[in-house]
């Protein structure tokens, strides 16, 4: 079974603090995509990366960064956290070539208060 | 510009009717459509894909259907199960290149009646 952990499930930051959401895939899978859900707004593709060090932007980057140093490991950074980016955040990962399924993490719901 | 399109916020079913989940897109690139599965607190989890030269695809309880010239895919769950209350999304894969992510539905929120 495919197995995506993130490092957190619930988080509480302050508006300013730097905040990093870490997320492991442990099926070698190349690619690898941050979302975010909010009501009534469904998921939305903040970053995707489909190598080591390789990323692009997805829908709505503004005000994030991502880090993908290593295969199974894919970062999600808010350099400046505010309150607009309290949010569920979810991390998924997809086998190169293979179907285009994608399997999610757990998800952190982040609050920025 | 919502490209992916779930009308219903919710839906009520009795246990052991039929469900019918339906979902409309507008970008005709879409070449690859897939419905997840979501409980509260946890990550979505996959349930059936269809790809854009079929026109059904049936795993178990769980059938979708798609029509490429209303631009328009259902997910039918036969019979319905209590398990079945969530909120399911559906999602769609863009072929024209750009980021690989799925462009998803705001999602519909299924309940099962006992």
């Known amino acids: 079974d495919v197995k995506v952990t993130q490092s957190s499930r619930y988080l509480v930051k302050r508006t300013g603090e730097k905040v990093f959401l870490e997320c492991v895939q442990d099926m070698d899978h190349e690619n690898m995509f941050w979302y975010r859900q909010d009501p009534g707004l469904g998921l939305r593709l903040i970053y995707f990366?489909?190598?080591?060090?390789?990323?692009e932007k997805g829908d709505i980057p503004e005000g994030y960064s991502v880090s993908r140093e290593k295969k199974e490991r894919f970062s999600l950074i808010l350099e400046s956290a505010s309150t607009n980016q309290t949010s569920m955040y979810l991390c998924a990962s997809r086998r190169q070539g293979g179907s285009y399924e994608q399997y999610f993490g757990p998800g952190t719901r982040l609050t920025v208060t | 510009d919502q490209q992916v399109k779930q009308n219903s916020p919710s839906l009520s079913v009795q246990e052991g009717r039929i469900s019918i989940l339906n979902c409309d897109y507008t970008?005709?690139?879409?070449?690859?459509f897939l419905w997840y599965k979501k409980y509260p607190a946890e990550g979505p989890t996959f349930l059936i894909s269809?790809?854009?030269?079929?026109d059904k695809n049936e795993d178990g309880r769980f059938t979708v259907f798609l029509n490429k010239s209303a631009k328009h895919l259902s997910l039918h769950i036969v019979p319905s199960q209590p398990g079945d209350s969530a909120v399911y999304f559906c999602a769609a894969r863009y072929s024209g290149g750009g980021a690989d992510g799925l462009t998803f539905g705001k999602g519909t929120h299924l309940i099962i009646q006992p």
């Open positions: 970008n005709s690139m879409f070449d690859y």
């Open positions: 990366s489909y190598d080591v060090k390789m990323k």
């Open positions: 269809i790809s854009s030269i079929k």
